[in-house]
């Protein structure tokens, strides 16, 4: 209670003492502007004095401006406008550590060219949530909370919710991966399941070994953490063998991270026999792999191919990340990691100390619309829509763009590669006429992909993509015909 304070003397009338204890109260921003007052009955009774005191005092603050009273609402206290001078300013630009400024200046979000009304964006690779079955989630949201009731609603386990976890590990075991003495971990999305294994087992200063390009998050989250990037060169069926042979023989290499299925953001599928071969030398210099599962459920061309962690039969030596989030409800950020039941044993202390558990009420709801095979039924009508709009997309870019790569065997998105052209300077062009897309380079550890971009595909419909596609073509023409003019 704010008057709890409030002690008389005998030297003043009571109703000035009221009346700099209010002020007292306001000028050190104890009562808020605008904030309510006691009534002055109230008042009188909690200071056990004569309400003609109180009525006196806040007629007094009245006249002065200090308070100001609404008929049939009460008196209030009249803001208070602040002294520049008086203003607390901290610089956090300059308190700002290596990982927070990290941070800011890889964030894409605030960098990149943002999508404005009448824009064809080909920058996404999150799903249309126009394609979201929302009646099955409504029905998954009520089942579950009928049945679990409280309870899911409260505090949960670092590792998870368990119905899920069995349900996930028997989805593994269906993509060919042996789960004997494995486990998995729940977590917000891939993202933080990455950033709990490298803050956890990797210092300032050791390597990762990933393909170049690779995912645009994964080298924000590994720089932020101080790593040093070793990138394996990419081609059309792949990372380079003999390339990753000579890279691993090089010192403090803590893991591999490998996008095999749908890789971002070229959108090659690693062939089974290269999954091996690469399996072989990681575990030959006993370097472990980190494979991100990427977009698995969305091939179009051939049957699935198991995860490089099938071949890790009884190891430890493979870690498998994954979530829905491109497929299915990204917002509702669900991930997991499967690994080595010590391997997940640890990470449950790791994910204590960041957020104490992902949401149970989340996960509750997705586990009922898996069980219920609402998932299945929803993916073959999404895999539908998105092959035809991949497969148009891949028409309109050999009719219009005529490119000297063309990478993507399924997934979200097409990888373009051309001759001589920058893609950033291609992005700033187009953008004037209003298409944008992801240049290469925000993919590329060392810069290598200036001259390719990503095409995003999930948010764009059929006459978007072939009117974006044209754009671009067209611009690529006239930054060839000045290039030739100036050669001349």
């Known amino acids: ?42 008042l009188g009774r909690i200071l056990g004095v004569s309400r003609n005191s109180v009525i006196t005092a806040y007629e007094n603050l009245e006249s002065e401006g200090v308070i100001y009273t609404i008929k049939g609402k009460g008196t209030f206290v009249t803001p208070i406008e602040i002294n520049e001078e008086e203003k607390w300013n901290i610089p956090w630009n300059d308190k700002l550590n290596e990982y927070g400024r990290l941070a800011n200046e890889l964030d894409i979000v605030k960098s990149e060219i943002p999508w404005e009304k009448g824009i064809i964006s080909f920058k996404s ?55 004997k003495g494995k486990d998995i971990l729940i977590t917000n999305g891939f993202t933080e399941a990455l950033e709990m294994m490298l803050s956890a087992f990797t210092k300032p200063g050791d390597s990762i070994i990933c393909e170049n390009p690779t995912h645009n998050t994964a080298i924000k989250i590994m720089k932020a953490q101080g790593l040093n990037i070793i990138g394996v060169s990419m081609n059309e069926d792949g990372l380079c063998l003999e390339e990753l042979k000579e890279k691993l023989k090089l010192e403090k290499v803590k893991f591999g991270y490998l996008i095999p299925s749908y890789h971002n953001p070229t959108g090659l599928v690693m062939k089974g026999e290269k999954r091996h071969e690469v399996y072989r030398l990681f575990k030959e210099s006993n370097v472990p792999i980190i494979e991100d599962g990427f977009n698995e459920e969305l091939l179009y061309n051939s049957t699935h191919l198991s995860p490089i962690a099938s071949f890790d039969t009884g190891g430890s030596g493979v870690v498998y990340l994954s979530s829905f989030s491109k497929i299915l409800f990204p917002g509702m950020r669900i991930g997991w990691i499967l690994g080595e039941k010590n391997l997940i044993d640890l990470l449950q202390s790791v994910k204590r100390c960041k957020n104490i558990h992902t949401s149970f009420l989340d996960q509750g709801i997705l586990y009922e619309y898996l069980s219920e095979g609402y998932f299945d039924k929803n993916i073959k009508k999404v895999k539908k829509i998105y092959k035809e ?57 060392d810069n290598a992909s200036d001259n390719a971009f990503r095409l995003g595909l999930s948010r ?26 100036a050669l001349e």
């Open 1 to 42: 209670m704010i008057f709890s304070s409030l002690e008389f003397n005998n030297e003043e009338p009571i109703y000035k003492q009221i009346e700099k204890y209010i002020k007292n109260m306001i000028d050190n921003k104890l009562i808020a502007g605008n904030g309510k007052l006691p009534a002055t009955r109230e």
């Open 125 to 179: 690779i999150s799903p249309d949530g126009e394609l979201f079955n929302i009646d099955d989630f409504k029905k998954s949201f009520l089942n579950r909370i009928s049945m679990e009731e409280h309870k899911i609603l409260n505090y949960g386990y670092a590792k998870g919710y368990k119905p899920l976890i069995d349900y996930l590990l028997k989805y593994m075991q269906n993509k060919g991966i042996d789960t």
């Open 389 to 445: 709009k991949y497969k148009f997309a891949l028409k309109c870019i050999k009719k219009y763009i005529n490119p000297k790569i063309l990478w993507g065997e399924g997934g979200l998105h097409i990888y373009v590669g051309l001759d001589n052209i920058n893609s950033r300077e291609l992005l700033e062009r187009c953008y004037k006429k209003k298409v944008i897309f992801m240049p290469g380079d925000i993919f590329s550890i």
């Open 460 to 485: 764009v419909n059929l006459e978007e993509i072939e009117k974006g596609i044209k754009i671009i073509g067209e611009t690529i023409t006239e930054m060839r015909r000045e290039n030739e003019i």
